[in-house]
Antibody, heavy 119, light 113 residues
Framework: EVQLVESGGGLVQPGGSLRLSCAVSGFTLSEHYIDWVRQAAGKGLEWVGRSRNKRNNYITEYAASVKGRFTLSRDDSTNSLYLQMNSLKTEDTAVYYC??????????WGQGTLVTVSS | DIVMTQSPDSLAVSLGERATINCKSGQSVLSSSNRKNYLAWYQHKPGQPPKLLIYWASTRESGVPDRFSGSGSGTDFTLTISSLQAEDVAAYYCQQYYSAPCTFGQGTKLEIK
């Protein structure tokens, strides 16, 4: 069974940092793209970034709103993906989901982890 | 970036009636190499992760009821729920995955009339 479990969310002050983790099981992480998607309260879904698979050299891509502040990394040996978030802003407050693409579709999503940026 | 625009922003439909949600992309998401439209539809209920309904614009995900269907090509797409059920109350989003950033539409909130 494919599972993705996010962790690492919490309360952080503006300008602070936080690292989210996405632990995966049921599939080989190195073979798949992983995206992060977030949703602020009362707002729509926003694509945050992508970590491509080994075949595509683990290339990472980011939304303009987080580029230069957020960094994706992965450890295929432990089946984990990480989202390092620096210089956090109040507008980064959201539920963050990791999602994997299998056979051309984003069909497996984690339950999400809440990040709150507030003083 | 490819801008995705959904219409309407909200929709109220009677049980058993048809619901139609539109999605327009700022540029074509149809690949010339494989003739596939890189467009997906998701259903999102509060407290749950989004659920994939449709991918490649018209391929229904396994387990999704056949009252859900997707159509369109190029820049104009439609999600249709043929006979609305109470459990279909949710927000619906289209997403293009033709190129990064893989942008979503702003969402359509579907309610029962």
């Amino acid at each position: 069974e494919v599972q993705l479990v996010e962790s690492g969310g919490g309360l952080v002050q503006p300008g602070g940092s936080l690292r989210l983790s996405c632990a995966v099981s049921g599939f080989t992480l190195s073979e798949h793209y992983i995206d992060w998607v977030r949703q602020a309260a009362g707002k729509g879904l926003e694509w945050v970034g992508r970590s491509r698979n080994k075949r595509n050299n683990y290339i990472t891509e980011y939304a303009a709103s987080v580029k230069g502040r957020f960094t994706l990394s992965r450890d295929d040996s432990t089946n984990s993906l990480y989202l390092q978030m620096n210089s956090l802003k109040t507008e980064d407050t959201a539920v963050y989901y990791c999602v994997t693409w299998v056979d051309g579709a984003a069909r497996y999503w984690g339950q999400g982890t809440l990040v709150t940026v507030s003083s | 970036d490819i801008v995705m625009t959904q219409s309407p922003d909200s929709l109220a439909v009677s049980l058993g009636e048809r619901a139609t949600i539109n999605c327009k992309s700022g540029q074509s998401v149809l690949s010339s190499s494989n003739r596939k439209n890189y467009l997906a539809w998701y259903q999102h209920k509060p407290g749950q992760p989004p659920k994939l309904l449709i991918y490649w614009a018209s391929t229904r995900e396994s387990g999704v009821p056949d009252r859900f269907s997707g159509s369109g090509s190029g820049t104009d797409f439609t999600l249709t729920i043929s006979s609305l059920q109470a459990e279909d109350v949710a927000a619906y989003y289209c997403q293009q995955y033709y190129s990064a950033p893989c942008t979503f539409g702003q969402g359509t909130k579907l309610e029962i009339k």
